[in-house]
């Protein structure tokens, strides 16, 4: 389930078509690593469940859950949906490759096992579509780091080639 963020914005008459895909996989590679550090982590936090509407887990499993926390053996005091040793997050942040293109960007994250993009079981909350989701300030957020990311790359292929006459 790709994550699909879409920036409009028109090419400068100054820039060749393929320095414009260049500058523009430079700006999508700024937007993968912002959504890594900054986003990421915030599905792992004790308000991501309401905050990313996540599917509500079965009232038995979370009492369970709390039950762990307390006693120790379930990361974050069991409250918090997609901890439960910390195995998924761990993996999550620490193991990615970023992949950035001219029209697009791909974090290839490695997950545990009990992860699948097309989960068998429809009872069980279906924990990948729960990591990609993107809110809309988040949304916003990317586009405008992808923007900074371009407009600075036009900025410094512009000044190399103004030349000051005195």
């Known amino acids: ?70 006693v120790g053996k379930a990361k974050k005091g069991g409250r918090v949906a997609q901890v439960w040793t910390g195995l998924m997050e761990r993996m999550f942040r620490r193991r990615h490759m970023i992949k950035a293109y001219p029209t697009r ?3 290839h ?17 279906w924990k990948a579509a729960e990591i990609m989701t993107v809110l809309a300030d988040e949304e916003r957020a990317m586009g405008r780091i992808w923007k900074a990311a371009v407009q600075r790359q036009v900025d410094r292929f512009r000044a190399r080639r103004t030349k000051k006459v005195t």
Request: charged fraction near 35%; hydrophobic fraction near 30%; avoid cysteine.
């Open 109 to 125: 994250m490695i997950g545990p096992r009990y992860i699948s993009m097309r989960p068998k079981d429809p009872r069980k909350p």
């Open 1 to 70: 389930m790709p994550i699909k963020i879409a920036i409009t914005t028109d090419q400068p008459h100054d820039v060749t078509k393929r320095r414009w895909g260049s500058f523009t996989k430079i700006g999508n590679r700024a937007a993968a690593d912002y959504w890594q550090t900054k986003f990421l982590p915030r599905h792992f936090a004790r308000a991501a469940h309401g905050r990313y509407r996540y599917q509500d887990r079965r009232r038995q499993y979370r009492k369970k859950k709390r039950y762990y926390g307390r």
């Open 105 to 107: 960007f791909t974090i």
